[in-house]
């Protein structure tokens, strides 16, 4: 990311295909490289019961799709916790999500699909899709075959999709099947047929929790006719796949129908059976996900703040259906031209779609209805995220946790608190994407620390801060407001503030880290501390602080914590992850305002003592640049990463016999070091060798658009210094490799590399 990159879309393989054709030829093209730098699904800690409440599916589409502008502020999905998939929609033949889009996702442990879509005049490439990519070649039957067959299935797209999902790093697609089957019956059947065998080549390449989703257009006889719940027209498709997504102009007693009719299913039919085959894919209701169109456009209670309406009826938490929510960038789209329109206006008009407003009620619109249908009460505004479980991200001994409250878009760049780049029309990136704190919004529940008292707990409001950060582009801002207290004791009181949610495995040690600066604190003093509070109170919770740092303004808390296996002790505990704020005001009877800034938070699994092996430091092992003959083409620098180990002292074996090892050994896995990105930086040297230290190099971008591991397309002409005069005076530039780890460590220079671009004969 950078103010002058180029999209992702112009610098890796095809972002999408708009016909299968398009596809094969892609398919024989040189060997794709798989896009290794995109972050792998990892799944979330396992309920400790099983799941009988309904799932939330998001459908983006957002203006055709492929439309974030890396110079500029775009829309953003944020509220991951409570989503369970996300599907990358486009009307493009074969829709694959970007890489940024597919990391975000999975660093909340959410599935994300891309789309294959057949509208229009897609009816032949909807018949090619079951026969395969057939020759060019004159060919036929060796013999002819009496009529007793009809459509033939090959697995060829099947393959290939799977291929594809696999070689970009995302979780399967939305099947979208909106043009009538012209074969009829006949061509449904080997449809679904397909569909199955989708399914299979998706888990063996992507793995056992990929996914195939239908979409509820067409008909078992071949028909468009959309029918707003799962029946006995689309049964066929639904059982093929691994649910139904159905359409969203469905009356308010279509979800108890649907429920009805899917418990008046054969178990065998649905793999409920206790003898059911494995080749069986079981269902369940909330495999059943309701339509719903945020847009409107037909879908009951009229879209937008309405939208709680449909899902009232769908009942998540109680029939057990699931969600498919339709358009929810309309919070963007619908606002973006009104005067005086800006990102924060965004922020809380979707933070208010979402998770509600900070205070205050919700005006929702009467949305019309159809003609004849009778009038459908409903109660005060819900937040979508209301209605469904909050999921923690993947387990840090699994995924280590990582968050710099980015939402995904900026106006600055910062590396360890200071700015290193401000960017005239801001900044989009995915894969910068962090969780924004998902325990603060509207606003976090506030408690006193230490034994309830009588004063009014302080409030905190939340805010995203782009003026100020640790690290990438913005920090969490908690601005706490505390009224005056006559209480003797009131010089001294401590609040506990939640911020993120986080499920974590009993028995294991983690060490957690914050980083955090207080703006003007005013007439009142703050101290910090960081902490882990299991949801259950628990006595089997152990908490060591370790000493803290501080740099010239941030300041950085560190705990180790673990929660013991107790006798019957779930796998996993519940918990939140926040701060312990002491505020110690001379006169406490005068209110306070004061600002804490979080900076960045992670948590990672620590190897318990008994196996703790020295620690390793890493680092940048070496870089390369590929530089390009003319200042119109890219060129790409790449490099490679390890580690580096102390010096051994004291090796006491003393003869083969001794039962020691010569050295602590690392753990079996997990130990060695990755990155969640790479800060790239330019400086000119002149032909007399005069350039500067790295310090005084300029940042030019980071990784993470084209989803490539370790690697970096160069611009020339997007550098920052770059002009013909500037170039004729230098005999080289040097490029600097920063590496940021996944437990938000920024190396230092000594640890990083350079490398030299020669610009001897490069045609300017």
Not at 258 to 269: K, M
Not at 362 to 388: N, T, Y
Not at 701 to 714: K, P, S, V, Y
Request: hydrophobic content about 35%; overall charge negative; proline content about 8%.
């Amino acid at each position: 990311m950078s103010e002058d990159r180029k999209s992702w879309t112009a610098i890796t393989d095809a972002p999408y295909f708009s016909s299968l054709a398009e596809l094969d030829a892609w398919a024989a093209g040189p060997s794709h490289r798989k896009l290794d730098g995109i972050l792998e699904y990892t799944e979330r800690p396992a309920e400790s019961e099983s799941r009988s409440s309904g799932k939330l599916l998001v459908c983006h589409d957002y203006k055709g799709g492929y439309t974030e502008s890396p110079t500029a502020l775009s829309y953003t999905f944020n509220w991951w916790s409570s989503c369970d998939t996300f599907v990358y929609f486009s009307h493009h033949r074969v829709t694959v999500p970007p890489p940024g889009w597919i990391t975000a996702a999975h660093r909340q442990g959410v599935k994300i699909l891309g789309t294959l879509i057949f509208e229009g005049d897609g009816e032949e490439d909807c018949l090619r899709l079951l026969v395969g990519n057939l020759p060019s070649s004159i060919n036929g039957p060796a013999k002819s075959t009496p009529g007793t067959t009809t459509f033939p299935l090959s697995p060829h797209y099947a393959r290939l999709l799977a291929e594809l999902a696999c070689q970009r790093g995302f979780d399967g697609y939305l099947l979208n099947f909106e043009c009538p089957l012209q074969g009829g019956v006949e061509q449904s059947r080997t449809l679904a047929a397909w569909i199955t065998i989708l399914r299979s080549e998706i888990e063996a390449k992507v793995g056992s929790h990929g996914e195939t989703v239908w979409y509820d257009s067409v008909t078992y006889k071949g028909e468009l006719r959309w029918q707003d719940r799962l029946n006995s027209l689309n049964l066929p498709f639904f059982l093929s796949s691994s649910s139904l997504f159905s359409n969203y102009t469905w009356p308010p007693h279509y979800p108890n129908a649907t429920a009805e009719y899917f418990l008046s299913l054969d178990p065998a039919l649905t793999g409920n059976v206790p003898d059911s085959q494995p080749q069986v894919s079981k269902k369940s209701l909330n495999d059943v996900y309701m339509g719903v169109d945020v847009w409107g456009r037909g879908s009951h209670g009229g879209g937008g703040f309405g939208s709680y309406k449909a899902i009232t009826h769908i009942a998540p938490d109680s029939l057990g259906l699931s969600v498919a929510l339709f358009g929810q960038g309309w919070t963007w789209e619908s606002e973006q031209d009104k005067p005086g329109w800006d990102w924060e206006e965004w922020w809380e008009y979707d933070s208010k779609l979402w998770v509600g407003p900070v205070s205050g009620e919700v005006h929702v619109p009467e949305a019309p209805r159809r003609e004849g249908e009778p009038e459908c009460p409903h109660g005060p505004f819900q937040p979508l995220a209301s209605f469904f479980p909050r999921h923690s991200p993947p387990d840090p001994f699994d995924l280590p946790f990582h968050t710099t409250f980015s939402p995904g878009v900026g106006r600055s760049w910062f590396v360890e608190g200071v700015k290193v780049r401000q960017m005239s029309n801001g900044w989009t990136d995915l894969d910068k994407q962090c969780s924004v704190g998902d325990l603060v919004w509207p606003k976090p529940q506030v408690e006193w620390e230490g034994g309830e008292r009588d004063d009014p707990v302080p409030t905190v409001l939340p805010s995203i801060y782009f003026e100020d950060a640790w690290n990438a582009g913005s920090s969490l801002g908690l601005r706490l407001l505390s009224p005056g207290s006559e209480a003797e004791d009131a010089v001294y009181r401590c609040i506990w503030v939640p911020i993120q949610f986080l499920a974590v495995s009993t028995g294991r040690r983690y060490e957690a880290t914050v980083y955090h600066k207080v703006l003007n604190s005013g007439n009142v003093e703050l101290d910090l501390g960081l902490s882990f509070k299991p949801a259950d109170d628990t006595d089997l919770l152990q908490i060591i602080p370790i000493a803290g740092s501080d740099s010239e303004l941030w300041s950085k808390l560190t705990i180790d914590f673990v929660v013991s296996e107790g006798q019957g002790a779930p796998s996993h505990i519940n918990g939140a992850l926040g701060l312990v704020v002491a505020i110690v005001a001379e006169d406490p009877s005068q209110a306070s305002d004061v600002t804490i800034l979080v900076g960045q938070l992670n948590v990672y699994a620590v190897p318990p003592q008994s196996a703790a092996a020295p620690v390793q430091s890493p680092r940048i092992l070496s870089a390369d640049f590929v530089g390009p003959a003319s200042i119109d083409d890219p060129g790409i620098l790449s490099w490679d990463v390890g580690v580096s180990f102390p010096l051994l002292h004291n090796i006491t074996i003393t003869s083969p016999d001794d039962p020691v090892s010569a050295w602590t050994v690392q753990p079996s896995n997990k130990w060695f070091p990755d990155f969640v990105y790479f800060n790239i930086y330019a400086l000119m040297i002149t032909a007399d060798g005069q350039g500067g230290q790295p310090e005084d190099a300029q940042w030019i971008g980071t990784t993470g658009l084209e989803g490539i591991r370790n690697t970096f397309t160069i611009v020339p002409q997007d550098l920052p210094f770059w002009s013909e005069q500037q170039v004729k005076k230098v005999s080289k530039v040097r490029f600097y490799v920063q590496g940021v780890t996944d437990r938000g460590e920024v190396l230092g220079w000594d640890r990083c590399v350079f490398v030299d671009w020669d610009l001897t004969g490069v045609v300017v």
